[in-house]
Each structure stands twice: as C-alpha cells, then as structure tokens.
C-alpha cells in the first residue's frame, strides 16, 4: 500500500470508530483552533492549490500574510486550511508609493529612523481562487 493509500485508509478508519463510538474524543487537528492543515510547494503550487480549492468546493476566506497564502475553508465541521509561499501562488503588483519612516541600521548599535520612499503592494491571488470561490 503507498503513503497515500495507507493515510486515506487511516482517515476513513479513523471516522468510521467516530461515528461508532461518541466516547472517542475529535482529534485536534480539524477543529477551528487547529485546521487538518494542506502545503503546497515547488514551481506548479498554484496549479496544484488551484486543484484542490475547486476539488473541495465551498467558500473559502483568503489570508494572505507577509510569507504565506492561507486558505481556510468549513468542511462540514472540519476545519481545513491550504497554504503555499505567497510569492509561488500570488502575482506582486506595486500600485504606487509612499514615504514613511523607517528604521535603519547605521551600525550594529545604532540604529536610526529615516524617511524613505516605500512601494505600496498589493498580491493578487486570484489564480489560485477561480471565479467567486473566496472571501
């Protein structure tokens, strides 16, 4: 049996002993604290990510954060949530700029804040999410 075989045969023992038996605690992966969590790496991610939003349909609330792409999603009551690099799966676009200050160091001591000139970027992650499948 390969690791994917096995892991989905686990799975469905592991919800048919729930369904059996009340006594047998949920586990904490799949609760909202603690989503049954999907990483997509490497050059095809959004295509793979992509794939999988539309294979599990629903709604889906985007969070892209300053590294990752989470996408979180209610399966019935499982909580789920895929992620990848956002740089992997969104599209970078500046959209102006901006001065603010900003901190710099002068040395490894002395640091300073200065003004500087600053890009305003937005991330595109449409690819990922097709037509009307998040929030």
Known sequence: MTDRAGYISGLRQLADALERDPHIELPGDGREFSPVTIGF??????????????ALGGRWEKDAGTKW???NSVLSGLHIQ??????QVCTRRVT???????EVEVTPAVKRTEKQ???????????VLGQGGAR
Do not use: F, H, K
């Open 41 to 54: 790496y490497g050059d095809d991610a959004r295509e793979r990510m992509a794939a999988a939003v539309r």
């Open 82 to 87: 895929l992620y990848a690099a956002r740089e």
């Open 96 to 102: 102006g700029t901006e001065v603010r200050d900003v």
């Open 69 to 71: 792409l989470n996408l």
């Open 117 to 127: 000139e600053v890009e305003i970027v937005e991330w595109d992650c449409s690819p």
